[in-house]
């Protein structure tokens, strides 16, 4: 029963009783597996451009931005940057004194090469009376590694991953958010301006904005654009409750209801209230310093014009069956192409009629378009890009992460093992349908695709509650295509020291 307070407390939030009831329901009934049809690869959902083809989509890119469309570069850069600095808060609290792992080994032999190295050894000089090296030579390895992640030091363990120094330049170092404005800049600019929309979470918004401010002005005058720089955060009514073991909602210590972040696919909501023609979607940690960009640039085009060339096309079939004066053949000739183009199969086409034929390829045309760029699997952890049949029936390409994937089917995860390419979240987006109106994407997200995991607070257990993910079952029900993109494009930092891989020097 909900009480007077849940009831207060809920719509603080914006959040029903009706979908808190949904919610603790979704703990008792689990979310189904994906049925899978097989995993993409090249000639099956993948392009792999040739060199002349990267050319013609380049072109197409820059000739859609030279009619001066609106394009939004999208980073969700939310949430704070512990994850990557786990081994160092370990040494920290660690009984020992001396860097002993081969990660902990690894930082201070090269602590030189982070670009966050003179800020640190300035901190330190400025509070210790010694800099890094002097440290080290005495001993005090923990006075270092205290100076990067401590609140009264560079504060890294705290802050977002946007906010920290990730490369060295000759006139300074930068941070991930600086690299993508500058990414903003070379290949999202239109009519002399680029759009960047970050998430942020509400602890760093001040932080971010100021940061933003002494930033955009130079790189405006670097690469003659001006900036649009807007934010969001997180919203609270995609927020999910949290239950205990057996399914009833789980309390904090004042019998209030707990509720954490929904996930990365609570941000459908924030993508939704961006009023763009296309949009980019990139992680916030995967860039790489000027010396290695004009790839990732390349290629943006690449993916951005693979999408303007299918759009294209969609509209132009969606105008000739909204006009009603079609043959037999052009309707066969569009059901190919959205079987073989748009990779969306339905077994029993053949057997529609006319009028059948053309209320489905409506519904199959007329829906969000995205192209994710995808690489080949080395190995990291994530997901990757599947053909999974849909609550229709059909099946079409998906990207999937292990958790939608039944462990008990041999073929499923001799599938998932055996993937050809990973999804590094490369995403290029139209978001308007062939009248020039914005779709309303919450409306194309698979509500079946979310996941429980175990979790704990203050020593008890508890299942949390996650939403489709945004690149998952939050776009399950929009037209995806797959290109292949070099693996060069692709260099995340998961921990601190990634950022010693040569990628980031």
Same mark, same amino acid.
């Given at each position: 029963?909900?009480?007077?307070?849940?009831?207060?407390?809920?719509?603080?939030?914006?959040?029903?009783?009706?979908?808190?009831?949904?919610?603790?329901?979704?703990?008792?009934?689990?979310?189904?597996?994906?049925?899978?049809?097989?995993?993409?690869?090249?000639?099956?959902?993948?392009?792999?451009?040739?060199?002349?083809?990267?050319?013609?989509?380049?072109?197409?890119?820059?000739?859609?931005?030279?009619?001066?469309?609106?394009?939004?570069?999208?980073?969700?850069?939310?949430?704070?940057?512990?994850?990557?600095?786990?081994?160092?808060?370990?040494?920290?609290?660690?009984?020992?004194?001396? +860097?002993? $792992? &081969?990660?902990?080994?690894?930082?201070? @032999? %090269?602590?030189?090469?982070?670009?966050?190295?003179? #800020? *640190?050894?300035?901190?330190?000089?400025?509070?210790?009376?010694?800099?890094?090296?002097?440290?080290?030579?005495?001993?005090?390895?923990?006075?270092?590694?205290?100076?990067?992640?401590?609140?009264?030091?560079?504060?890294?363990?705290?802050?977002?991953?946007?906010?920290?120094?990730?490369?060295?330049?000759?006139?300074?170092?930068?941070?991930?958010?600086?690299?993508?404005?500058?990414?903003?800049?070379?290949?999202?600019?239109?009519?002399?301006?680029?759009?960047?929309?970050?998430?942020?979470?509400?602890?760093?918004?001040?932080?971010?904005?100021?940061?933003?401010?002494?930033?955009?002005?130079?790189?405006?005058?670097?690469?003659?654009?001006?900036?649009?720089?807007?934010?969001?955060?997180?919203? +609270?009514? $995609? &927020?999910?409750?949290?239950?205990?073991? @057996? %399914?009833?909602?789980?309390?904090?210590?004042?019998? #209030? *209801?707990?509720?954490?972040?929904?996930?990365?696919?609570?941000?459908?909501?924030?993508?939704?209230?961006?009023?763009?023609?296309?949009?980019?979607?990139?992680?916030?940690?995967?860039?790489?310093?000027?010396?290695?960009?004009?790839?990732?640039?390349?290629?943006?085009?690449?993916?951005?014009?693979?999408?303007?060339?299918?759009?294209?096309?969609?509209?132009?079939?969606?105008?000739?069956?909204?006009?009603?004066?079609?043959?037999?053949?052009?309707?066969?000739?569009?059901?190919?192409?959205?079987?073989?183009?748009?990779?969306?199969?339905?077994?029993?086409?053949?057997?529609?009629?006319?009028?059948?034929?053309?209320?489905?390829?409506?519904?199959?045309?007329?829906?969000?378009?995205?192209?994710?760029?995808?690489?080949?699997?080395?190995?990291?952890?994530?997901?990757?890009?599947?053909?999974?049949?849909?609550?229709?029936?059909?099946?079409?390409?998906?990207?999937?992460?292990?958790?939608?994937?039944?462990?008990?089917?041999?073929?499923?995860?001799?599938?998932?093992?055996?993937?050809?390419?990973?999804?590094?979240?490369?995403?290029?987006?139209?978001?308007?349908?062939?009248?020039?109106?914005?779709?309303?994407?919450?409306?194309?997200?698979?509500?079946?695709?979310?996941?429980?995991?175990?979790?704990?607070?203050?020593?008890?257990?508890?299942?949390?509650?996650?939403?489709?993910?945004?690149?998952?079952?939050?776009?399950?029900?929009?037209?995806?295509?797959?290109?292949?993109?070099?693996?060069?494009?692709?260099?995340?930092?998961?921990?601190?020291?990634?950022?010693?891989?040569?990628?980031?020097?």
């Amino acid at each position: 029963m909900l009480t007077e307070k849940d009831l207060k407390q809920l719509a603080a939030k914006g959040i029903t009783a009706e979908k808190l009831e949904q919610q603790l329901n979704e703990f008792k009934t689990g979310f189904p597996f994906l049925k899978l049809e097989g995993p993409a690869a090249i000639g099956k959902g993948i392009l792999a451009p040739t060199t002349e083809e990267v050319k013609k989509y380049v072109q197409i890119w820059n000739d859609y931005k030279a009619e001066g469309r609106k394009i939004v570069k999208f980073v969700p850069a939310s949430g704070a940057a512990s994850r990557m600095f786990k081994d160092m808060f370990a040494f920290v609290d660690a009984d020992y004194d001396v +860097p002993t $792992t &081969d990660f902990e080994k690894k930082y201070f @032999d %090269n602590i030189e090469k982070f670009a966050f190295y003179d #800020s *640190l050894d300035a901190l330190l000089r400025q509070k210790m009376g010694k800099g890094v090296k002097e440290l080290i030579a005495d001993g005090d390895y923990k006075a270092v590694a205290k100076g990067m992640l401590d609140a009264d030091g560079l504060n890294y363990g705290q802050l977002p991953k946007g906010m920290l120094l990730f490369h060295k330049y000759v006139d300074g170092s930068r941070t991930p958010m600086e690299e993508h404005l500058v990414e903003g800049a070379m290949y999202a600019a239109s009519a002399g301006k680029a759009n960047v929309h970050f998430t942020v979470s509400h602890e760093h918004m001040g932080y971010f904005k100021q940061k933003v401010a002494e930033k955009a002005e130079g790189y405006e005058k670097k690469f003659g654009v001006k900036f649009d720089i807007s934010f969001s955060e997180q919203k +609270p009514s $995609t &927020d999910t409750v949290a239950a205990n073991p @057996d %399914n009833t909602p789980f309390r904090n210590s004042d019998g #209030s *209801l707990l509720f954490r972040p929904g996930g990365h696919g609570a941000l459908i909501e924030n993508l939704n209230e961006i009023s763009a023609d296309i949009i980019f979607v990139k992680n916030i940690d995967n860039v790489v310093p000027d010396r290695l960009k004009s790839e990732t640039v390349e290629w943006k085009q690449v993916i951005a014009g693979v999408l303007i060339s299918l759009q294209k096309k969609v509209f132009e079939y969606l105008e000739l069956l909204d006009s009603g004066k079609y043959t037999h053949e052009q309707l066969v000739d569009i059901a190919r192409f959205v079987k073989r183009e748009l990779c969306c199969v339905k077994s029993d086409l053949k057997d529609l009629e006319d009028a059948e034929l053309v209320i489905y390829l409506k519904k199959k045309l007329n829906r969000p378009m995205r192209v994710a760029g995808v690489v080949k699997n080395v190995g990291e952890p994530g997901g990757g890009p599947f053909l999974a049949y849909n609550q229709d029936g059909t099946y079409s390409l998906q990207i999937l992460e292990s958790s939608q994937i039944d462990k008990n089917n041999e073929t499923y995860m001799k599938y998932f093992t055996e993937g050809t390419h990973f999804n590094p979240v490369d995403l290029v987006c139209a978001v308007k349908d062939y009248k020039g109106n914005a779709f309303n994407l919450p409306d194309y997200v698979d509500r079946t695709t979310g996941f429980i995991s175990s979790k704990s607070k203050n020593g008890k257990e508890l299942k949390a509650l996650e939403l489709p993910g945004l690149w998952n079952g939050a776009m399950s029900d929009w037209n995806t295509v797959f290109v292949e993109v070099p693996l060069g494009t692709f260099n995340p930092v998961k921990t601190v020291n990634d950022l010693l891989r040569e990628q980031h020097q």
